[in-house]
């Protein structure tokens, strides 16, 4: 079978991986050159831990005060946008306790799955990414997180999660010994692992190609050729393709390419940044993530770390906003006094845009509208983490085999 794979992130390339390996001819077609996406930039994150999606009731509250700092760390930019207003209105209806609770289990699964294909990766002599399984920590400087971590740590080992631990301040500096921290305690997740994400991205891409996989680069897609709920071919600028099926792994630029196909995903690119030290002086043991900050930090590839974060919700047209760097530094100055890193170029600074759903669950499977077309997109800050379990999953529905994880709550058709 002829597979077209549009989109050439960790998504795209995790779901050709499988594809071909199943026995598929497999064409990966992407706009840019594959060199620089949000699978690059990110902060190399493969964590279970993360079971509560992006939509929850206070992060509505929360965003409304932090509309007018051009330094805090969610902001949506006002436009007028029709889909953006969509998106607002289904974000909004969508961050009640009660779809938070519901979207545990379905992004636990899918995280577990994910982590346990990679560490299969890891046992394939293609690939060496510095993976590694030091767990991750979640900094807090207030009452109220604490009270919130409690909450987490309990839902954790409900979920199955059990070697989730709260740490209080000695607890948190016996593990980061090296460095001064401003906390009043964590959230330990043992459970999560990081790898450095250039390495990984390099190496499939290096795999596939010597596996017969065709990538295609700086070819856009503008259209299809459709017949009755069929699609037959994929166009470019350039080129027609065949296609027996396509997985659309497009990111932030879904929505639009999916009204092409008359399918309607509340989808909004939400552009986050990152900074990267090399043979950086600072150290750090763990991964951590700053819980009043919202910024990550990263250990990598040995020498390296990294600090990324913000959600800034615009148009992808917008010029990247230096603020937005100011504040995520800011912020680990807040939490690591003894960290002074300086305000870099704008040359020196990473940033790209995560596709958002509305409800914080990435889309994942066929629709209504097409036989042979599976959605893998919308997987927000998680892409990375759910990468090679949702290339697994793309494959299984194509290959019409049994899932490894219930997909209903990733239905891309949830909002019609």
């Not at 560490?119 to 293609?126: G, H, I, R, Y």
């Not at 997109?377 to 049994?402: C, F, P, R, W, Y």
Request: charged residues 20%; aromatic residues 10%; glycine residues 8%.
């Amino acid at each position: 079978m002829n597979v077209i794979v549009i989109g050439g992130g960790i998504i795209g390339l995790s779901s050709a991986y499988y594809l071909q390996k199943s026995g598929h001819n497999v064409i990966v077609i992407d706009k840019t050159d594959i060199s620089d996406n949000c699978s690059y930039g990110n902060a190399g994150y493969v964590c279970p831990s993360h079971f509560i999606p992006l939509a929850t009731p206070g992060i509505v509250k929360q965003g409304l005060k932090w509309m007018m700092d051009s330094t805090s760390p969610f902001y949506v930019q006002p436009r007028f946008s029709l889909s953006l207003m969509d998106w607002g209105l289904k974000f909004i209806k969508s961050a009640t306790p009660q779809r938070v609770a519901a979207a545990a289990i379905p992004l636990r699964d899918i995280a577990l799955l994910s982590k346990a294909k990679y560490e299969d990766w890891t046992k394939e002599n293609a690939f060496n990414f510095s993976y590694e399984q030091k767990g991750l920590l979640e900094i807090f400087q207030t009452e109220k997180s604490l009270e919130h971590a409690k909450h987490t740590v309990e839902k954790a080992h409900q979920l199955g999660l059990t070697d989730t631990q709260l740490l209080n301040a000695d607890e948190l500096f016996a593990k980061e010994p090296q460095t001064k921290i401003n906390g009043i305690g964590a959230i330990y997740f043992n459970c999560d692992a990081h790898l450095y994400p250039q390495k990984l991205m390099h190496q499939l891409l290096n795999h596939l190609k010597q596996n017969g996989v065709i990538i295609q680069t700086n070819e856009e897609v503008i259209g299809f050729e459709k017949e009755n709920n069929i699609i037959k071919k994929v166009f470019t600028k350039s080129s027609a393709y065949n296609a027996d099926a396509v997985v659309m792994a497009t990111g932030s630029w879904s929505r639009a390419l999916a009204s092409k196909l008359n399918i309607h995903i509340p989808l909004v690119g939400g552009r986050g940044y990152s900074i990267t030290l090399e043979d950086s002086p600072y150290k750090i043991n763990h991964p951590a993530v700053l819980v009043e900050g919202r910024v990550a930090l990263t250990p990598m590839d040995g020498n390296k770390i990294r600090f990324g974060g913000t959600m800034e919700i615009t148009s992808t047209k917008t010029p990247p906003k230096m603020n937005r760097v100011i504040g995520l530094l800011n912020s680990v100055k807040r939490f690591f006094p003894e960290f002074d890193v300086p305000v870099p170029s704008l040359d020196k600074v990473w940033y790209g845009y995560r596709p958002c759903s509305a409800d914080g669950l990435p889309y994942i499977g066929k629709t209504k509208r097409w036989k042979n077309l599976v959605m893998a997109t919308g997987h927000s800050m998680l892409g990375l983490s759910l990468g090679a379990g949702t290339g697994k999953l793309v494959d299984e529905i194509l290959n019409e085999q049994t899932l490894s994880v219930n997909i209903k709550p990733f239905d891309p058709d949830r909002f019609d």
